[in-house]
């Protein structure tokens, strides 16, 4: 019998999600969905053991012979061909800096040497199940950015992450790239929404959403978001146009707040002369779970292995 389930499993920074998925239907098996916190600056042996645990939870409640393997959406800096992590100097995962998590995962699954483990970088992730099964999926060009602790993207023709070649930046994404006085990541951020709101004001806020609270009565706060949308705008359209994307997808925490910036925002699209649709997110935290167990589909895999090493 061809196995045709998948576990899909995104690594943020204080968790891990994974759950079972139909490779047919692109359905998520909800009632297998798990949910561990985890505490990032554990030894890496508890670190691994509550992933294991999570998976070994999901594995439970499906037949072992109609399970592909398990995806795994990960930050970087991660080696994701051979599933090494290379996470170092932030403030999260930094004790499994050199682990082989393929290999530290089969053990603790204790799982037979043809149940397959595969990574990739989890913006890309996100992308992928946008247009593998959400909003982007009757697009061939698109590009799928996530606001919250950073800013993530990725550029996708056919299913397929672009990370090298003309019409993309260097790695495929944007965080890297110069703005303003630093680099997008820093600018389009909870941290750089925040540092701007304490620059002007001298309050910390813990959040966007503490922030996009004050906006109906504190015009600094306001005023943060349309900036917002107008930079985003001013700093997207060219690569938009560039890589002919048909439509890009909003998701992050920061989109929650999309009612306070998303009109300016497309509005300076427009004025780019930046005519793709602009969507938000229906799955949100489900796109990375679809996206990481696509990496089980066989034409999928063969097609994205290229892009690894540059992710």
Same mark, same amino acid.
């Given at each position: 019998?061809?196995?045709?389930?998948?576990?899909?499993?995104?690594?943020?920074?204080?968790?891990?999600?994974?759950?079972?998925?139909?490779?047919?239907?692109?359905?998520?098996?909800?009632?297998?969905?798990?949910?561990?916190?985890?505490?990032?600056?554990?030894?890496?042996?508890?670190?691994?053991?509550?992933?294991?645990?999570?998976?070994?939870?999901?594995?439970?409640?499906?037949?072992?012979?109609?399970?592909?393997?398990?995806?795994?959406?990960?930050?970087?800096?991660?080696?994701?061909?051979?599933?090494?992590?290379?996470?170092?100097?932030?403030?999260?995962?930094?004790? @499994?800096? /050199?682990?082989?998590? #393929? =290999?530290? &995962?089969? *053990?603790? +699954?204790?799982?037979?040497?043809?149940?397959?483990?595969?990574?990739?970088?989890?913006?890309?992730?996100?992308?992928?199940?946008?247009?593998?099964?959400?909003?982007?999926?009757?697009?061939?060009?698109?590009?799928?950015?996530?606001?919250?602790?950073g800013f993530g993207s990725?550029?996708?023709?056919?299913?397929?992450?672009?990370?090298?070649?003309?019409?993309?930046?260097?790695?495929?994404?944007?965080?890297?790239?110069?703005?303003?006085?630093?680099?997008?990541?820093?600018?389009?951020?909870?941290?750089?929404?925040?540092?701007?709101?304490?620059?002007?004001?001298?309050?910390?806020?813990?959040?966007?959403?503490? @922030?996009? /609270?004050?906006?109906? #009565? =504190?015009? &600094?706060? *306001?005023? +943060?978001?349309?900036?917002?949308?107008?930079?985003l705008g001013l700093f997207?359209?060219?690569?938009?146009?560039?890589?002919?994307?048909?439509?890009?997808?909003?998701?992050?925490?920061?989109?929650?707040?999309?009612?306070?910036?998303?009109?300016?925002?497309?509005?300076?699209?427009?004025?780019?002369?930046?005519?793709?649709?602009?969507?938000?997110?229906?799955?949100?935290?489900?796109?990375?779970?679809?996206?990481?167990?696509?990496?089980?589909?066989?034409?999928?895999?063969?097609?994205?292995?290229?892009?690894?090493?540059?992710?």
């Amino acid at each position: 019998m061809k196995k045709s389930i998948a576990i899909g499993t995104d690594i943020g920074g204080s968790h891990i999600s994974c759950a079972a998925i139909d490779l047919i239907s692109g359905k998520i098996l909800r009632e297998t969905l798990t949910e561990s916190a985890v505490d990032n600056q554990a030894h890496a042996s508890v670190i691994i053991g509550v992933w294991a645990e999570a998976l070994s939870g999901v594995l439970a409640k499906v037949p072992v012979k109609e399970i592909k393997g398990i995806g795994f959406a990960m930050p970087g800096p991660f080696d994701y061909v051979k599933g090494i992590c290379l996470i170092r100097g932030v403030a999260k995962y930094e004790n @499994l800096y /050199g682990f082989n998590i #393929s =290999d530290a &995962i089969s *053990s603790k +699954l204790n799982v037979t040497d043809d149940f397959l483990i595969r990574f990739m970088n989890d913006a890309s992730a996100f992308a992928v199940g946008e247009a593998w099964a959400g909003s982007a999926s009757k697009a061939d060009r698109s590009l799928s950015i996530t606001l919250g602790t950073g800013f993530g993207s990725a550029f996708i023709s056919n299913r397929i992450p672009i990370v090298d070649g003309p019409d993309v930046p260097k790695l495929g994404c944007v965080y890297h790239l110069p703005y303003r006085n630093g680099i997008a990541d820093e600018y389009f951020s909870t941290r750089g929404l925040l540092g701007r709101y304490k620059n002007l004001t001298g309050k910390e806020l813990n959040g966007v959403k503490e @922030l996009a /609270g004050l906006a109906a #009565s =504190d015009k &600094i706060v *306001s005023d +943060l978001f349309i900036d917002f949308g107008d930079n985003l705008g001013l700093f997207l359209a060219p690569w938009l146009k560039k890589f002919q994307a048909e439509i890009i997808v909003i998701g992050g925490n920061i989109s929650h707040a999309y009612q306070l910036f998303g009109e300016v925002f497309e509005n300076r699209l427009k004025k780019q002369n930046c005519n793709c649709s602009v969507a938000l997110s229906v799955l949100k935290e489900d796109s990375a779970l679809l996206g990481s167990a696509y990496l089980l589909d066989d034409d999928f895999w063969k097609s994205v292995q290229h892009a690894l090493p540059l992710m």
